[in-house]
């Protein structure tokens, strides 16, 4: 159940990328069909595919269905409560393909923000968060090593360890400034 406005900000932020032509898959999780109607009517635009499940299995479950219905060549992950810097996924695609063909991964720092639009803390009292769910790859690392866990919270931390132990460190490359802005309160599953 996403609040309506940083559901719009995350939505708006993927399709109005600079120098990529995104295609957007939205999963809504399960959510309670009034809401669910609200997500339906912010979807319906162009370059967006939406699927509903009836319950709620998780986002890495939800991932796993956005791999099966998306198309490119790239897939970047972001949650409803995040926003993407403009220039976030084309400065991704260009980090892996200045990186080579070894290059499966690509993650940019990460920054909290709370509602009243102030940085919070990580849990190491840094700014900038290590960024797994800023996650980039390429398409192809799933056939390889398989879809996301079926877990309820750091499947994308797992994912990057099993991409690290595939392939050696090489297939890792991380853009060293923040391009994913994070809603930081106490009712997002990252801090729960």
Not at 52 to 65: A, F, K, M, T
Not at 67 to 95: C, K, M, N, S, W
Not at 143 to 153: E, I, K
């Amino acid at each position: 159940d996403p609040d309506p406005q940083l559901l719009e900000l995350a939505i708006s932020s993927i399709l109005n990328q600079q120098g990529v032509e995104p295609e957007l898959v939205l999963i809504d999780d399960g959510s309670e069909p009034d809401v669910a109607d609200m997500i339906a009517r912010l979807a319906a635009r162009p370059g967006v595919i939406y699927e509903r499940s009836s319950v709620n299995q998780g986002p890495y479950l939800g991932r796993n269905r956005a791999l099966e219905l998306a198309t490119a060549p790239y897939f970047a992950i972001q949650d409803g409560d995040d926003v993407a810097h403009p220039a976030r996924l084309r400065t991704q695609v260009d980090a892996l393909e200045a990186a080579g063909s070894e290059a499966m991964l690509s993650t940019t720092w990460h920054l909290r923000i709370d509602g009243g639009g102030k940085p919070q803390f990580e849990q190491d009292f840094g700014l900038l968060g290590d960024g797994t769910m800023t996650s980039m790859f390429r398409r192809e690392v799933f056939d390889r090593v398989g879809p996301f866990a079926r877990v309820r919270s750091r499947g994308d931390v797992e994912m990057r360890e099993r991409i690290r132990a595939a392939f050696g460190e090489a297939a890792i490359v991380h853009v060293d400034y923040p391009l994913v802005y994070c809603n930081a309160a106490p009712t997002t599953l990252s801090n729960r």
